[in-house]
């Protein structure tokens, strides 16, 4: 079956445009986490959804950032007014339940995202 | 809160030789433990997991045990291949977050 799939998987922009990253989890999976991988550090907790709960955003780093996900299905990230310093990877993951800790997550490749 | 701290990088080691990349934690209560890896040009996934202390998870010749006395969850290989080379990610999840907190990542490169 398909995994988790981004959308773009590479994009330029210039510094100051806005930006609208997407990501298809696997189907049935209640729970959709996004993270950032800057160059040669670990991966930095963004936001989360479950199901129709309220979503955790405690990770996100500015008010420039916002995500949004419809459900079960489809979530975007949109970052606006870009920088520099968001130039990384995005990485979506996705996973059956949130609810029990030792649940697995299952991620994308990723969005490379370089402001220029 | 939660963190992972990770051997850090890079390794590199010949083939047929003993890995081990050091990873422990701070956390309340009982985490799961996990080892993720990312290979040349592909996404995270998982290696293995562990959800309780002394509990070992194995995979593909890894081995990593859960010790909640050393907060510490190890991971191992007795003969690594060229195969293996990839870089590697200690996390954790447990508590009252949802997420999985993650190391830093260590690369790893095996020489033929």
């Known amino acids: 079956g398909a995994g988790v799939s981004q959308s773009p998987s590479n994009k330029v922009t210039e510094k100051g445009k806005d930006v609208e990253l997407r990501c298809d989890p696997i189907?049935?999976?209640?729970?959709l986490y996004w993270y950032r991988q800057r160059l040669g550090q670990g991966l930095e907790f963004l936001i989360y959804?479950?199901?129709?709960?309220?979503?955790?955003k405690s990770g996100l780093p500015s008010d420039r950032f916002s995500a949004e996900r419809t459900g079960e299905s489809v979530s975007t990230l949109t970052i606006q007014r870009t920088q520099q310093e968001d130039s990384a990877v995005y990485l979506c993951?996705?996973?059956?339940?949130?609810?029990?800790?030792?649940?697995?997550?299952?991620f994308g490749q990723g969005t490379r995202l370089t402001v220029v | 809160g939660n963190s992972v701290t990770q051997m850090e990088g890079p390794v590199t080691l010949s083939e047929e030789a003993f890995l081990t990349i050091n990873c422990t934690y701070t956390?309340?209560?009982?985490?799961?433990l996990f080892w993720y890896v990312q290979y040349p040009g592909e996404g995270l996934q998982l290696l293995l997991k562990?959800?309780?202390?002394?509990d070992k998870g194995s995979n593909k010749g890894f081995e990593a045990t859960y010790r909640k006395e050393t907060t510490s969850f190890h991971l191992e290989k007795g003969s690594v291949q060229v195969s293996d080379s990839a870089v590697y990610f200690c996390?954790?999840?447990?508590?009252?977050?949802?997420?999985?907190?993650f190391g830093s990542g260590t690369q790893l490169t095996v020489l033929p």
């Open positions: 959804f479950q199901g129709n709960s309220a979503p955790d």
């Open positions: 562990a959800t309780k202390a002394d």
């Open positions: 189907s049935g999976h209640t729970a």
């Open positions: 993951a996705s996973s059956p339940s949130n609810r029990a800790a030792n649940t697995e997550a299952f």
């Open positions: 996390a954790l999840r447990g508590g009252s977050a949802r997420q999985l907190t």
């Open positions: 956390a309340t209560g009982y985490p799961s």
